[in-house]
Nanobody, 122 residues
């Protein structure tokens, strides 16, 4: 069974940092674009960032640009999201996902993790 397992969420004060990790199991995702989405109760899952399989291209939502950095280590089959200067509105469940086609539309992503909670206190 293919799984994406996120870790690194938690509680942090506004202005602080967290690093999320996503370690797929069950198969390799080396040829997949990997990404992160977040979701708050009652809202759609929203795109945050993505990185192509080679790491040569990265994509960010406007709110993440300059504060978040997505990276991947294909040797470890792991993708990371470094989140700096966190804001209270960043409180959400963060999901790791994999796709063969880069898109900000959640429904076009093929594999998902269970999510990790990030809470930013003011």
């Amino acid at each position: 069974q293919v799984q994406l397992v996120e870790s690194g969420g938690g509680l942090v004060q506004a202005g602080g940092s967290l690093r999320l990790s996503c370690a797929p199991s069950g198969r390799t995702f080396r040829r997949y674009t990997m990404g992160w989405f977040h979701q708050t109760p009652g809202k759609e899952r929203e795109f945050v960032a993505a990185i192509t399989w080679s790491g040569g291209s990265t994509y960010y939502t406007d709110s993440a640009k300059g504060r978040f950095t997505i990276s991947r280590d294909n040797a470890k089959n792991t993708v990371y999201l470094q989140m700096d200067s966190l804001k209270p509105e960043g409180t959400a469940v963060y999901y790791c996902a994999a796709t063969m086609v880069v898109s900000a539309t959640a429904s076009l992503w093929d594999y998902w993790g269970q999510g990790t909670q990030v809470t930013v206190s003011s």
